[in-house]
């Protein structure tokens, strides 16, 4: 019976995520392979939310990247969205992007620009207004296309006052045109939450991939009713196709795949890669311009069940089947502040607010009814009794 | 010898391992024994952490940034963030990376190390750029930011770079794979080992390259090791035939080397591309064509 329930859940969990997110699988894919000539593509351009920006399916991620040469040769490609940082390789990011627009000849009003930087609480309003007019000097340009505060993790990076201050300056002073924010990690939906209900943030620069969160698909079409702009990146869910035998064979890319999942999205506007190399350039704009093939569903299919109960996705499933009303979901995610972020001190906070029979202190004399409740195959009890003991520490 | 470019195994596990706990590895631990004490340092105190990350759920820690620690073999870190009085906002964080191999410790630093940096006698070399410093010795690579640059904050942070450095057991010396490199013109601490796509080609792998001035004008010399003869023809047949797309003008030029061709760029300037054995290397930049050909044939003859 428990395995029969798993097979059902999961291929219900996959279904949902596909018409979730618009990959009605008879509607998108095409058994035609995808195009890998460099004269068959046609990169498609989409609407950013409300901001009135259009950008590239294919955005270039310079994280890391300082070649001028492979910022042209993607503008040469269609490319138009570039998204980088100013903190990064000290500013020569956005360095580059000024050298490689201005080799080819880009006018700025063609370019979409994203940058931004880390802002926490606390942050002082001098301090980020002087940032902002550091990263225009490097980019060589009057104006940015999207500000965003960087690597957001909890509701309280949201809420910086400084943050909208000095964006409010820039913005008046014409420096900055659309706010956005950047985030990858297990916080995520509750920042993109907070930030529809503020509505001030205008663009969402965050992970997105076919097996993880859910609940995203639904916040980010909120988040589209709204007018909120979102660009996605790490679509490869983990990246890790070389554990799983033969998952490209006949030719398939697993990433390239991945990234036309994400585009079958219509809230996604566009996907950022790495762009390291001229190969890279020509592989993604490719896959951008051409279906996503029933082969490739198969792929992503069977890269999701494979990877299928490694990691918790804070959906709350499991909760129905706790006699104990056990907030799994939030112990679990508490746990990933500690263990993943080192927030320890807030995460034990967090887990102190929580009511208490809504802990995880029952769990260790429980016989884990949750266990069969997780969708997702994992082992609730063994790791709930860990994060108690972890979370509780301090009053161990 | 050089690193291989590994497909960033970047965990689905590790990021979302609920309730995992990290656990202090004797790994870990030599990497803390690297952390100064507080004792001596009035005022200054532990905000969080030490803090464990490995390849699994690295990337949770560094947005964005994780392939590349990947890419050069990082093995594991640890991030600990100390704070001046009750300021959260006077802090300093340290990050102690164990990267696998010198060449990797060496291979990020190198990466991030910027043109004009203030070069300081940290482990192998380190470096500070405003509040920003960075170093290597031996397998570990430390990168320590300070909140701004207030003068007890730097004070922190070079005495955390020294200190932390200092105790790091191994080389010091430049890698063995710098070797080939000319002496006459190059651009002290401009030499970089890349993990990956070497002058944005995926053909090429990993490599090295360094900045040369002669007579005030600079170019970059790069060379690559593939793994036979064959290799080395087949990726400068796909550098020659990506240069063809991307880039403005490219013609055959019996330089240094075999094979070789000649290229213009419009940003980047011209450059030239040639195979000797299982070698691909090249030269591109401001100099003139034929410096740009004495200094690629210094290179080949110095290659193995
Ligand atoms: S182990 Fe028991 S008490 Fe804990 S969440 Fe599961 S069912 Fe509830
Ligand atoms: S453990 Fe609970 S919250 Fe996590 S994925 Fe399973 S059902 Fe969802």
Known sequence: MASLRKSVDRRTFLKLGAAASGMAVAGCESSEPVASSPQTFELGYRPLGGTGLRVSEIAFGSHHIDRPDLMRAALDAGINAFCTSGPYLDGREEEALAEGMATAGSRREDVVILTGTVVRPGASTTKLLAEIDASLRRLQTDYIDVYYTGEVRTVEDVRVDALYEAFDIARQAGKVRHLGLTSHAGGMQDCLNAAIEDEQIEVFFIKYDFVSYPDLDEILSRAAQQGIGTMVFKTNAGNRQREIEDLEAGGLSFPQATVKWALTNPAVASVAISMSSFDTIRQFTAAAGAALTAPEVAMLRRYAEEMYDKYCRFCGECEQHCPHGVAVADVNRFAMYFSGYGREKQAMRFYRALPAKRSAAACEACVGHCDSGCPFGRRVQTELVAAHRQLSFLEA | ?304
């Not at chain 2, 690297?34 to 949770?60: C, F, K, V, Y």
């Not at chain 2, 970059?220 to 290799?231: I, K, N, R």
């Not at chain 2, 023809?233 to 991307?246: F, M």
């Open chain 2, 1 to 304: 010898m050089k690193l291989r470019y590994m497909w960033c195994v970047v965990a689905l596990g590790g990021v979302l391992g609920c309730g995992q706990q990290e656990s202090s590895k004797p790994a870990d631990r030599e990497l803390e024994a690297l952390l100064p004490e507080l004792s001596s340092r009035a005022q200054w105190s532990i905000a969080e952490g030490p803090t464990s990350h490995t390849p699994d759920n690295l990337w949770e820690y560094l947005d964005g940034g994780a392939p590349q620690y990947l890419a050069y073999g990082f093995e594991k870190m640890i991030h600990i963030r100390y704070q001046l009085g009750d300021d959260p906002l006077a802090s300093i964080a340290a990050d102690v990376y164990d990267m696998g191999s010198e060449l990797g410790a060496f291979g990020i630093y190198s990466s991030i190390r910027p043109p004009t940096a203030a070069i300081r006698s940290w482990g192998a070399e380190g470096y500070r750029s405003g509040a920003v410093a960075a170093g290597w010795k031996g397998t570990v690579f430390v990168h320590v930011a300070a909140d701004d640059d207030r003068p007890e904050l730097i004070e922190m942070l070079e005495g955390l770079m020294s200190e932390i450095l200092d105790r790091v057991v191994g080389s010091d010396s430049p890698p063995p794979v710098l070797r080939p490199l000319p002496p006459d013109g190059l651009v002290p601490h401009s030499e970089r080992y890349v993990a990956a796509d070497l002058h944005g080609h995926a053909a090429l792998g990993g490599g090295v390259l360094a900045i040369y001035e002669i007579d005030g004008r600079r170019s970059e010399l790069f060379f690559s090791e593939l793994e036979s003869e064959t290799a080395a023809a087949a990726a400068l047949t796909t550098v020659r035939s990506e240069r063809e797309r991307w880039t403005e003008e490219v013609m055959d030029h019996a330089a240094a080397g075999e094979a070789g061709f000649r290229f213009e760029d419009p940003g980047a300037g011209s450059g030239l591309v040639v195979r000797s054995g299982r070698y691909v290397a090249g030269v591109q930049g401001d100099l003139p064509l034929a410096a740009q050909e004495a200094l690629l044939a210094s290179l080949t003859a110095r290659l193995p």
